[in-house]
C-alpha cells in the first residue's frame, strides 16, 4: 500500500536550520511529484510547493521563497524540506502530499512533523 | 491566486443531524475541488474529489457538490466520528489553495 513517513518532531532555535524527510513507498517514486503543506497548530493549510521527482526541479509558492529548498534522495524514495534561518513563525507541522492516482487531489498525505521554533 | 471562502467557520450540530459546508472560490475552477477532513493530531483524509466524487472507503453519508465557483460538502445522519475540521482545496491552478476549514462538533 502506498505510504509516505515522515521524520520526527524538531525542537530548534531561531536562527537554525531544520531538515525534515518524507520516505515514500509502495509506489514508483518518481512517477509523482512531491508536495509540501503547512499548517500553523490550530490553523488552516498553506500550500508550500511541489518538487518533480523525476527532474528534481522544484516550485516554491511565493510564501516560501528563499529559506525553504526542496530535494531529493531519489535512490531512498526520499523527499526532503530543508528550513534555514528559522524564525519564530515557522513553527508549524508540516506535511508532505501525494496526488491520487487519476488527478490532482491529494490521495496520500504523510503523518506530519512538527517543527518547533523557540528560544 | 484563487482565493477558497469556507463557511461557516464553526459549527455544532446533534446526532443524526444534516450539516451543510458551503466554499466559494474567488473564480472559476471547473470541479477542481476536494474535501478533507483532518481530526487533531492527524494528517487530513481526501473525503471527495472532482467536487462530487466520494474517495473509496468514504462511508456514503458523505456528498459533495457544486460547479463554477460555488461547492457544498454535505453529511447526511451525522455521527459522533464526524466530528473533525474540514477542508476544500482547489487544484484547478497554482498555487493549490485551501479555505480556511470548518470546525464541526457535537451539541
Redesign the interface.
Known amino acids: 500500500q502506498i505510504q509516505l513517513v515522515q521524520s520526527g518532531p524538531e525542537l530548534k532555535k531561531p536562527g537554525e536550520s531544520v531538515k525534515i524527510s518524507c520516505k515514500a513507498s509502495g509506489y514508483t517514486f518518481t512517477d509523482y511529484a512531491m508536495h509540501w503543506v503547512k499548517q500553523v497548530p490550530g490553523k488552516g493549510l498553506k500550500w508550500m510547493g511541489w518538487i518533480n521527482t523525476y527532474t528534481g526541479k522544484p516550485t516554491y509558492a511565493d510564501d516560501f521563497k528563499g529559506r525553504f529548498v526542496f530535494s531529493l534522495e531519489a535512490s531512498a524514495s526520499t523527499a526532503n524540506l530543508q528550513i534555514s534561518n528559522l524564525k519564530n513563525e515557522d513553527t508549524a507541522n508540516v506535511f508532505c502530499a501525494r496526488r491520487g492516482l487519476r488527478g490532482n487531489w491529494f490521495a496520500y498525505w504523510g503523518q506530519g512533523t512538527l517543527v518547533t521554533v523557540s528560544s | 491566486d484563487i482565493r477558497m471562502t469556507q463557511s461557516p467557520a464553526s459549527l455544532s450540530a446533534s446526532l443524526g443531524e444534516t450539516v451543510n459546508i458551503e466554499c466559494l472560490a474567488s473564480e472559476d475552477i471547473y470541479s477542481?475541488l476536494?474535501w478533507?477532513q483532518q481530526k487533531p493530531g492527524?494528517?487530513?483524509?481526501?473525503l471527495i474529489?472532482?467536487a462530487n466524487s466520494l474517495?473509496n472507503g468514504v462511508p456514503s453519508r458523505f456528498s459533495g457538490s457544486g460547479s463554477g465557483t460555488q461547492y457544498s460538502l454535505k453529511i447526511n445522519s451525522l455521527q459522533s466520528e464526524d466530528v473533525a475540521t474540514y477542508?476544500c482545496?482547489q487544484?484547478n491552478n497554482?498555487?493549490?489553495?485551501?479555505?480556511?476549514?470548518t470546525k464541526l462538533e457535537l451539541k
Do not use: C, E, M, V
Open positions: 477542481d476536494a478533507y492527524k494528517s487530513p483524509q481526501l474529489y472532482n474517495q477542508f482545496q487544484y497554482y498555487p493549490r489553495t485551501f479555505g480556511g476549514g
